[in-house]
């Protein structure tokens, strides 16, 4: 047979729904005090730091709103511990670039000038598809299009562009363009390195990239952005 009240409330009595809201009522507004004493920042642009201290604060605030045995002081605790460790650390950052740079990261260039800086890339956990998605997102359809593009500590890309009256040939960054993909050069145009976006004239024949050494080419674009 279904055992309804099981479902519903556990282990617990109809009477812990009542204790409940009070817990949750309570600690709804300590959150909301413990995010008002983190600042604008700790809850606008968040680093992995600042992502840490917020999960922290999440855990120590859900589990008294609905578990009889976790009570709400020291929950307070934790949250008093933690918003102290953050004060003291967004102290001592903003006294040490180095100690920012060890605790936030610092922003990675990940495009210069059209092409992949494949050094700073590798350190990223960001896939190519998703990293074209995010461009095509903001307007970009080749990387010709782009003089530099930087993933900042808060993971948000910043794109900084070529005029149009300076936009170069580049990697097309399109669904499926990189499908297209060749090793020999059949007619003499630009082309695009697959791996790394460097583009060049070629002629008939086989070439290798002078950046990454790597021989695949899709024919490249010259399309101007969409603003």
């Known amino acids: ?5 099981q479902i519903l409330l556990g282990s617990e009595e109809w009477s812990f729904l009542l204790e409940t809201f009070l817990r949750t009522g309570i600690m709804f507004f300590v959150i ?8 604008k920042r700790g809850v606008k642009q968040l680093s992995v730091f600042e992502l840490v ?25 934790v949250f008093t511990m933690i918003i ?24 990675i260039c990940l495009i210069k000038n059209g092409i992949f800086c494949i050094d700073d890339f ?4 960001l896939g190519e598809d998703e990293f074209f998605a995010e461009l095509r997102l903001k307007g970009v359809s080749q990387l010709g299009q782009v003089e530099s593009a930087i993933e900042e500590i808060s993971g948000e890309i910043s794109v900084f562009y070529f005029d149009d009256n300076n936009t170069k ?7 499926d363009s990189l499908d297209q993909a060749i ?45």
């Open 1 to 5: 047979m279904v055992d309804f009240k």
């Open 32 to 39: 909301i005090f413990g995010l008002r004493l983190l600042g």
């Open 53 to 77: 201290v917020i999960i922290g604060l999440g855990s120590a605030a859900g589990d008294p709103m609905f578990y009889k045995d976790v009570g709400i002081m020291p929950a307070i605790v």
């Open 84 to 107: 102290s460790l953050y004060s003291i650390i967004t102290y001592f950052i903003g006294k040490s670039k180095n100690f920012e740079k060890l605790v936030e990261g610092k922003p």
């Open 122 to 125: 590798k350190k990223e956990a």
């Open 169 to 175: 040939f580049g990697l097309p960054i399109m669904p």
């Open 183 to 227: 090793k020999t050069i059949l007619s003499h145009s630009y082309y695009s390195c697959t791996f790394c976006g460097y583009t060049e004239e070629l002629e008939q024949g086989k070439h290798l990239c002078k950046i990454c050494g790597k021989d695949e080419w899709v024919k490249s674009s010259s399309k101007k952005r969409i603003s």
